[in-house]
Nanobody
């Protein structure tokens, strides 16, 4: 069992930066691949980024590649999402999730979810 809690999001101007964190409970955190997803109003939840158990492999949606960076600190049971050059279309509720396999982009392939945190990018 893994419980995930995202940090508070926020309101940022276009072009700005924001870092999200997701703290996990449980001693098995380092065995899970982690992902970030987001959901804009009226849209389906979509994949943003993923990282394998060691942090040695990462995967990004094309829409965020080169702007967002996912990382993890297994000693702190925490995964991060550094978001730079933010755009209004990045607005949404951001969720972290845990999966027993890396390389997955579908929501149904993730076993555990955080409660979500709102990120709003103003133009």
């Amino acid at each position: 069992q893994v419980q995930l809690v995202e940090s508070e999001g926020g309101l940022v101007q276009a072009g700005g930066s924001l870092r999200l964190s997701c703290a996990a409970s449980g001693r098995s955190f380092s065995t899970y691949a982690m992902g970030w997803f987001r959901q804009a109003p009226g849209k389906e939840r979509e994949f943003v980024a993923a990282i394998n158990w060691s942090g040695g492999s990462t995967d990004y949606a094309d829409s965020v590649k080169g702007r967002f960076t996912i990382s993890r600190d297994n000693a702190k049971n925490t995964v991060y999402l550094q978001m730079n050059s933010l755009k209004p279309e990045d607005t949404g509720v951001y969720y972290c999730a845990a999966s027993q396999r890396y390389g997955l982009r579908s929501t149904y392939q993730y076993n555990y979810w955080g409660q979500g945190t709102q990120v709003t990018v103003s133009s």
